[in-house]
């Protein structure tokens, strides 16, 4: 099973700032590799997927980078709305599965 | 628009059997592009796939290894919904049961997703 560790655990920061979140696989998921975000009491929604084509409706100020173990998803300006946890999830080998998440917090 | 609405008792007693049923709207279950997914999420376990039903002229089903021996998921194609049921329930069995839509590479990324719904296995 492909291990994915996301960091940091939680990030804080303010409105306006950029803010950098990495995922790393225990093994090369090649560019198989996606992005979630998820706000209280709601479900995950799809930002990227294929390491860095943006989903439908996304907007730009989320781009996704990396290939083989090492990922990155970069909010370029956080708008009060991002304030929210993101899970990186890998499509590469079965089973299918997640990181553990990066809070991204207001300062 | 997709939508997915969910639906089931929040609350499964200890070796019994957890139905949750998730209807589509703006889609079809029988479509031969997109798969039909579960996926739990629990503080313990995070976030976990179940198992996906999908359509490529005859019905296929794929399910996790963790839950294989008790998992069953089925379409619905007169109410465009389809189900899970998860058997032998035990308190690990706990989590906020997600349904979602696999599309794109693999039909392995998810949207929607449906609103959740709380499974409490508890006696």
């Known amino acids: 099973e492909i291990v994915l560790t996301q960091s940091p655990a939680t990030l804080s920061l303010s409105p306006g700032e950029r803010a950098t979140l990495s995922c790393r696989a225990s093994q090369s998921v090649s560019s198989y590799l996606g992005w979630y975000q998820q706000k209280p009491g709601q479900a995950p929604r799809l930002l990227i997927y294929?390491?860095?084509n943006r989903a439908t409706g996304i907007p730009a100020r989320f781009s996704g980078s990396g290939s083989g173990t090492d990922f990155t998803l970069t909010i370029s300006s956080l708008e009060p709305e991002d304030f929210a946890v993101y899970y990186c999830?890998?499509?590469?080998?079965?089973?299918?599965?997640f990181g553990g998440g990066t809070k991204v917090e207001i300062k | 628009q997709v939508q997915l609405q969910q639906s089931g008792p929040g609350l499964v007693k200890p070796s019994q059997t957890l139905s949750l049923t998730c209807a589509i709207s703006g889609d079809s279950v029988s479509s031969n592009s997109v798969a039909w997914n579960w996926i739990r999420q629990s503080p313990s376990r995070g976030l976990e796939w179940l198992g996906r039903t999908y359509y490529r002229s005859k019905w296929y089903n794929d399910y996790a290894v963790s839950v294989k021996s008790r998992i069953t998921i089925n379409p619905d194609t007169s109410n465009n919904q389809f189900s899970l049921q998860l058997n032998s329930v035990t308190p690990e069995d706990t989590a906020v049961y997600y349904c979602?839509?696999?599309?794109?590479?693999?039909?392995?990324?998810?949207?929607?997703w449906g609103q959740g719904t709380l499974v409490t296995v508890s006696s």
């Open positions: 999830q890998q499509r590469s080998n079965w089973p299918l599965t």
């Open positions: 294929e390491a860095s």
């Open positions: 979602a839509r696999g599309i794109f590479g693999g039909l392995n990324w998810f949207a929607p």
